[in-house]
């Protein structure tokens, strides 16, 4: 399975930007999907996940209410738009897939360990 994330760069605080991330090799149905991120000097943090069927979302509090995670399981992508960016959006995004033996919550997928693939990151700019 190859992760390929897409669409970061550089944006105003403010701004908007969606990161895109392609699923290849197994069937993109068959996995939940999660975005996580990594600023400069910290650890990587979860920012959201989809389960495998798209009906069920989960956010960390820090971008509740401002990013939004989807899928298009035609495409075997999953998008993670942000919206109202803030400086301290600022890191490196990650995109990664779980295999999901049943539709589970995507609540279950708010930690790293749970994933099986992950992509290359993607690199997110946010100037004050």
């Known amino acids: 399975v190859q992760l390929q994330a897409s669409g970061g760069g550089l944006v105003q605080a403010g701004g908007s930007l969606r990161v895109s991330c392609e699923v290849s090799g197994r069937t993109f149905r068959n996995y939940a999907m999660g975005w996580f991120r990594q600023a400069p000097g910290k650890e990587r943090e979860f920012v959201g996940s989809?389960?495998?069927?798209?009906?069920?979302?989960a956010y960390a509090d820090s971008v509740k209410g401002r990013f939004t995670i989807s899928r298009d399981n035609a495409k075997n992508t999953a998008y993670l738009q942000m919206n109202s960016l803030k400086p301290e959006d600022t890191a490196v995004y990650y995109c990664?897939?779980?295999?999901?033996?049943?539709?589970?919550?995507?609540?279950?997928?708010?930690?790293?360990?749970?994933?099986?693939?992950w992509g290359q990151g993607t690199e997110v700019t946010v100037s004050s």
């Open positions: 989809i389960s495998r069927s798209g009906s069920t979302t």
């Open positions: 990664a897939a779980g295999d999901a033996a049943r539709d589970y919550s995507a609540s279950y997928y708010s930690r790293s360990y749970k994933y099986d693939y």
